[in-house]
């Protein structure tokens, strides 16, 4: 912990915030904004990204280490700010969790953006641009459908979209085309409301609001995250109690200054120094 | 102008935005997002940046010899997105403009911002950032008090603030450090809206809205802007009727290729091709 004193009052412990990369960051953009008070630590696991194309039960076994790395730095509350980590583990990890000594709640992406969108929409129509993955996954679909069945979602799957954005080509020719394509389908289904369904799309969000334009809601997961764990701290009477601003610190299983030069521009926000380091091995039950 | 027909059609001609140098793409990034439909001109007058330090003459004498070349490209409004240009030229602009064939309308920052913020306050107390020549200005001030006499600003001039930000140091510590000072006179105020006076500011937004809690309002010269331009264009019945995107184009006194580097992080959309400009010489009446 690096010196860190721990607080005994769980209302000063740090929440956790985990991806398989940077791409949650922009998550933690939102909840830095929305929650000064808190502080913040957030884990990438850099050196097995991506999550995408791996089986569920592997990933359900790396956000178990990763959970069992920010519970020994005491976290109050875990954010799984990864699509593919909340499709493929959320359950078992909220299961795991709720086993403490602590209740640890964790809460996931897809949920809250559904809520968001179906709350939004006037015309029913709500759209969606994530990745392939995603897509296939259907799981936003079904979060949508189970808050209101009356909802059609346009679901439009953007291949190579995230990685462009993590390339650092966000505003080139190449980007420009993907995004104007993406935005066909939305455009014909004549959907009010779109969310977006990958947690590195934010970075391109003043360009699809122009393609989509002014009349169209767009649904970042950050946005919609942090108002579900302001009410899960306040339910559980865990919020920070303090005046100032919090502090947040990063870790990362791969390199630190990759992480760090990548990650600037996804928080947008000072990125202070990032630690390095090694998650211990779990057993997860099959 | 490169070949580009000029519709007959005065719905179809561009908007002319202007400034002395990057900062009002700040502005135009709005204008992009909430007119898509309309097609842009931006100028900056690189060549003779900053005004900030000019005679109020002399910057009403650049500013005609802008409106003049922007006009010659068949703008059918113009925006002044530059704070100086504004209190010096705009009143002056507009009899100049008044007395064209078409009639043109120039709209300027600080009023919509005004209007904004007054309208947003619930405790009437409202904050400034801007730059020390902005607040010694008082224009703010006035205009606030000229929609509400019952609403109290509170102004912080930000001495260097738009330098770091313009030499790409914003999240940097001194950025840092300079923005939290900026804070603490607005939280003692307790302040529930603050205007963001200088159009480089929007480039800290998150970082501002973290200092000061979720609970202020921030109002920016470009969404303040962008509303007005909506009206004025409607009232006038000067509104693109194009379904699709319009494009936008730039125009620089200066250096077009340091303009196009720099530009980039302000527009934070793509940015095509800078023509470098002459600007002819204009008098204007003592």
Same mark, same amino acid.
């Given at each position: 912990?690096?010196?860190?004193?721990?607080?005994?009052?769980?209302?000063?412990?740090?929440?956790?915030?985990?991806?398989?990369?940077?791409?949650?960051?922009?998550?933690?953009?939102?909840?830095?904004?929305?929650?000064?008070?808190?502080?913040?630590?957030?884990?990438?696991?850099?050196?097995?990204?991506?999550?995408?194309?791996?089986?569920?039960?592997?990933?359900?076994?790396?956000?178990?280490?990763?959970?069992?790395?920010?519970?020994?730095?005491?976290?109050?509350?875990?954010?799984?700010?990864?699509?593919?980590?909340?499709?493929?583990?959320?359950?078992? $990890?909220?299961?795991? #969790?709720? &086993?403490?000594? *602590? +209740?640890?709640? %964790?809460?996931? @992406?897809?949920?809250?953006? =559904? !809520?968001?969108?179906?709350?939004?929409?006037?015309?029913?129509?709500?759209?969606?641009?994530?990745?392939?993955?995603?897509?296939?996954?259907?799981?936003?679909?079904?979060?949508?459908?189970?808050?209101?069945?009356?909802?059609?979602?346009?679901?439009v799957?953007?291949?190579?979209?995230?990685?462009?954005?993590?390339?650092?080509?966000?505003?080139?020719?190449?980007?420009?085309?993907?995004?104007r394509e993406a935005c066909v389908p939305l455009h014909e289904?004549?959907?009010?409301?779109?969310?977006?369904?990958?947690?590195?799309?934010? $970075?391109?969000?003043? #360009?699809? &609001?122009?393609? *989509? +334009?002014?009349? %169209?809601?767009? @649904?970042?997961?950050?946005? =919609? !995250?942090?108002?579900?764990?302001?009410?899960?701290?306040?339910?559980?009477?865990?919020?920070?109690?303090?005046?100032?601003?919090?502090?947040?610190?990063?870790?990362?299983?791969?390199?630190?200054?990759?992480?760090?030069?990548?990650?600037?521009?996804?928080?947008?926000?000072?990125?202070?120094?990032?630690?390095?380091?090694?998650?211990?091995?779990?057993?997860?039950?099959?």
């Amino acid at each position: 912990m690096g010196g860190h004193p721990i607080p005994s009052d769980p209302r000063g412990r740090p929440i956790g915030v985990f991806d398989s990369g940077v791409g949650g960051l922009t998550v933690l953009h939102e909840l830095l904004v929305r929650l000064p008070h808190e502080d913040f630590l957030y884990l990438g696991d850099t050196a097995r990204f991506p999550y995408g194309e791996r089986q569920p039960a592997e990933i359900e076994r790396f956000s178990a280490e990763i959970a069992e790395e920010l519970l020994r730095r005491r976290a109050k509350l875990l954010v799984v700010a990864c699509n593919s980590a909340t499709s493929a583990a959320l359950p078992s $990890l909220n299961r795991r #969790m709720m &086993q403490t000594t *602590l +209740g640890l709640d %964790v809460l996931g @992406v897809v949920r809250p953006e =559904a !809520l968001r969108a179906v709350a939004t929409t006037r015309s029913g129509r709500i759209g969606l641009l994530a990745t392939p993955t995603t897509v296939a996954s259907r799981a936003y679909e079904e979060a949508v459908l189970a808050i209101d069945p009356h909802v059609t979602l346009h679901a439009v799957p953007c291949p190579g979209l995230a990685a462009i954005i993590q390339a650092g080509e966000q505003f080139d020719e190449r980007a420009v085309e993907t995004v104007r394509e993406a935005c066909v389908p939305l455009h014909e289904a004549d959907c009010d409301t779109v969310i977006l369904g990958c947690t590195h799309y934010p $970075l391109i969000q003043p #360009m699809l &609001q122009r393609m *989509l +334009g002014p009349r %169209v809601t767009l @649904v970042s997961s950050g946005a =919609a !995250l942090a108002r579900q764990v302001e009410h899960a701290l306040s339910t559980r009477d865990l919020r920070n109690p303090r005046v100032g601003e919090g502090d947040y610190r990063f870790l990362c299983t791969g390199d630190a200054e990759a992480f760090h030069e990548l990650g600037t521009r996804f928080l947008q926000m000072p990125l202070g120094p990032v630690e390095h380091v090694e998650l211990a091995a779990v057993e997860v039950p099959a």
